[in-house]
């Protein structure tokens, strides 16, 4: 069951990017992470709420470093799935594994692992590999935004697994990442402006923000009773269902070296998973 609950939350984050497509004709890409956050920090908050859970934390300056480092991966991924291909730019977000592992390495001391330098080496051959035949010239400043939502989200896991160690709950988490979101992003939008809303473009960013938190609880659902191994694997689905929907939308055709290039981003990514230590294991992949 566990394998399904993983493959509904790939299946809502491609969802998700398509909806970032269409929204994007009506909003800016920074009033797509508010109403993206806002609807996330509703939602936690009514639940919380609903079950009694408190709010209050002590450790409200690492959820700060969190969100504003997850704030930031989330800017430049929504930023990138408007120019590329949605398949490259999920791609190229799914590279934060990798980017965690070296975090790991140099920040918390861990002892340098040969199995942990080849996943990182194969990780980011097959960014080149996936870039290289799929990007026009002028496309490489993109690739690069996409290669920063990940390394940004690298260091947003770096800080929920901090947080997970101090005892803090996978809902006290998402909670405080969506406020931080919401909190930055609306007074930006309140110094610049915010863009009309109609009942379409409504709808758009209520199934952004829908499908960003169903896919966060499903990843959730899906920890329990599995391994990180398990979820690990099945978190690339999103991959895939990517690929389908930009085929069956934009008919947007990647090669195959592009694929190939994806399989080792996931290879060399589920190897660094595999050597990410994690009491709470359910945590981690909770806000990507």
């Not at 009506?26 to 956050?37: G, K, Q």
């Not at 966060?216 to 690990?232: D, P």
């Amino acid at each position: 069951m566990a394998s399904l609950w993983m493959l509904v939350a790939g299946f809502l984050f491609a969802c998700m990017g398509v909806l970032v497509k269409l929204a994007a004709t009506f909003f800016s890409n920074t009033e797509l992470v508010f109403y993206r956050s806002l609807v996330g920090v509703v939602t936690t908050f009514l639940a919380m709420r609903a079950y009694g859970m408190p709010l209050v934390t002590e450790h409200w300056k690492t959820h700060f470093w969190r969100g504003l480092s997850g704030l930031c991966g989330v800017l430049l991924f929504f930023y990138c799935i408007l120019q590329l291909p949605l398949a490259t730019a999920v791609s190229l977000n799914n590279t934060w594994p990798l980017f965690l592992a070296f975090l790991a390495m140099m920040l918390l001391k861990e002892e340098f692992n040969w199995l942990l330098a080849v996943a990182l080496v194969m990780g980011f051959m097959g960014v080149i590999l996936l870039l290289r035949p799929t990007l026009a010239e002028g496309q490489w400043c993109m690739a690069l935004i996409g290669i920063g939502s990940g390394l940004f989200a690298g260091v947003a896991h770096y800080h929920v697994k901090q947080l997970s160690e101090l005892g803090e709950s996978e809902w006290i988490t998402v909670f405080y990442f969506t406020l931080v979101c919401t909190v930055v992003t609306g007074v930006w939008l309140v110094f610049t402006a915010f863009s009309p809303v109609n009942l379409h473009s409504l709808m758009l960013v209520l199934g952004i923000g829908v499908t960003a938190t169903l896919a966060q609880l499903a990843i959730s659902r899906a920890h329990r009773g599995s391994n990180i191994i398990t979820v690990g694997v099945l978190s690339y689905s999103s991959v895939l269902f990517a690929g389908l929907l930009d085929l069956f939308l934009w008919d947007a055709r990647l090669p195959v070296s592009a694929w190939m290039g994806m399989g080792l981003i996931i290879l060399g990514g589920l190897l660094c998973i595999r050597k990410i230590p994690a009491q709470r294991p359910d945590v981690i992949t909770l806000d990507d």
